[in-house]
């Protein structure tokens, strides 16, 4: 394998401004009195009395008429502006975090009052879409950051006084920048940031007395070395999960890691497709032959890494909490992905908060997102979190990421986010748009190699297919 061109065979085995409403002033047409001339006559004259009463009657309709418009009228219109309710529309975070963290707000905007309600993430992003359509979708909403393209119609530009472009640049990783914007306009504030890396059996790595790999001929070397088959040659101990695409937890994401550190071009795999084809190669390999070391009868890739039954793991920071339920006494650690020199890169999955285009209240909208994120309030509800689970969403800031030196578990993917890209091919999205067509070629392309399809073959029909889908979404 030449040092910077990945995935050769080997002969041997060896992750609009908002539009401030102008808030319609009722104009009451003033009071308009007309003077009758006193005739002369004194037929037609009236009583003295009857004139003063109805100076006094004037009089005091005038005064009612102060009153009325100085003081109920205004209060009537602050009371108004009092009951803006935005409705905050959320995946991951139950009620009770988020409370403590709006009540902050409330104190603070007591015009404003923020209804969180936690969705399913089924159908999630068209449910998003549809309600925003028809009038009736929220006034805040989480997207993923592979979304943008399919969405940021129903998003709302951030106006510089929520966010300017230097603070988006110096607050959050270059992934975030490229992702969240779009012709020079900000879609979105990211409310985590995650990466894809690999996971280590402990246990495994020291019987064995080796060491994580670093690059990815030793990679494959380490899984072949680790791999333990029967007498039949049936699989006991995978040396890592990966070659096939329905059993892998996180298959769209790695294969995505393998084309970007290949360079590929996500946007034209026809660009430098022979990349793409050395990639799938490689990946498949693992799959393939004698030297395979997984296969389609393995339990799920996280479920057999969490059984003891794999070496090595590709996932991100969320799959700790389900390792740690299957396996509260599995002993694992997480370290940077394999690279190629000079190609230390992985891939980004995180979530951000928008305001919708359609909003009645983007001005308050605005306002609430710009809270959630800042240093103390992001610092709060991550305090928040860790007190339901080992530890919150991993902070997108850049200047949080020493905080979390200390905590072993997690930074080593905040290590990474700085050299992190994104990809549409990305699983756990839930999209049932971009990401699950764009993975369905994909998954295609690597059983339709395992299956004795020459990689050139199946990555010509993966570059047609993915050519389609980017264009049905404007890419």
Do not use: C
Request: charged share 20%; aromatic share 12%; no cysteine.
């Amino acid at each position: 394998m030449e040092e910077n061109t990945i995935f050769q065979q080997e002969s041997s085995p060896k992750k609009e401004t908002p539009q401030n409403r102008a808030v319609a002033s009722e104009k009451s047409s003033p009071m308009q009195m007309r003077q009758q001339p006193l005739d002369s006559n004194e037929n037609s004259g009236f009583p003295s009395a009857l004139i003063i009463k109805g100076i006094l009657g004037l009089f005091f309709a005038a005064f009612v008429f102060f009153i009325v418009m100085q003081f109920v009228l205004p209060k009537f219109k602050q009371t108004t502006k009092g009951t803006v309710n935005i409705l905050y529309w959320g995946l991951w975070e139950d009620d009770n975090i988020m409370k403590g963290i709006i009540a902050d707000f409330e104190k603070n905007n007591t015009n404003i009052k923020i209804s969180y309600i936690k969705q399913d993430n089924k159908q999630y992003k068209n449910r998003v879409m549809t309600r925003i359509q028809n009038g009736s979708g929220p006034d805040i909403f989480l997207f993923h950051n592979t979304w943008l393209p399919q969405m940021y119609t129903f998003l709302l530009p951030l106006p510089n006084d929520v966010m300017s472009k230097d603070e988006f640049q110096n607050f959050f990783y270059p992934v975030v920048i490229n992702d969240l914007t779009r012709r020079g306009a900000i879609y979105g504030i990211p409310t985590n940031i995650d990466v894809l890396s690999l996971f280590i059996n402990t246990e495994i790595f020291t019987n064995a007395g080796v060491i994580p790999p670093t690059n990815w001929q030793e990679f494959a070397n380490t899984a072949r070395l680790l791999t333990v088959k029967d007498e039949t040659g049936k699989i006991k101990t995978s040396g890592t999960a990966m070659g096939t695409f329905d059993n892998i937890i996180h298959a769209p994401d790695i294969m995505s890691l393998l084309f970007a550190q290949n360079g590929a071009n996500f946007s034209d795999l026809s660009q430098n497709q022979k990349s793409v084809v050395d990639a799938l190669d490689f990946y498949a390999s693992f799959a393939k032959d004698e030297g395979k070391v997984w296969d389609t009868s393995l339990d799920p890739s996280i479920i057999a890494f969490a059984k003891g039954n794999v070496a090595m793991y590709f996932g991100y920071s969320w799959d700790i909490f389900a390792i740690k339920q299957l396996n509260p006494q599995f002993s694992f650690k997480v370290v940077s992905v394999p690279h190629l020199s000079g190609r230390a890169m992985t891939i980004a999955s995180y979530w951000a908060n928008g305001v919708s285009a359609k909003s009645k209240h983007q001005k308050e909208a605005m306002i609430f997102i710009k809270f959630l994120s800042q240093k103390d309030i992001m610092q709060k509800l991550f305090t928040e979190e860790s007190k339901t689970r080992l530890f919150g969403e991993l902070y997108p800031r850049k200047d949080l990421a020493d905080s979390l030196k200390d905590n072993q578990l997690v930074y080593p993917f905040i290590s990474q986010a700085n050299d992190a890209m994104s990809s549409f091919f990305a699983s756990d999205t839930f999209d049932d748009g971009i990401n699950s067509q764009m993975n369905a070629y994909l998954g295609n392309a690597v059983r339709s190699v395992l299956n004795g399809t020459s990689a050139e073959t199946a990555v010509e029909t993966l570059t047609k297919g993915v050519a389609q889908v980017l264009g049905q979404y404007g890419q």
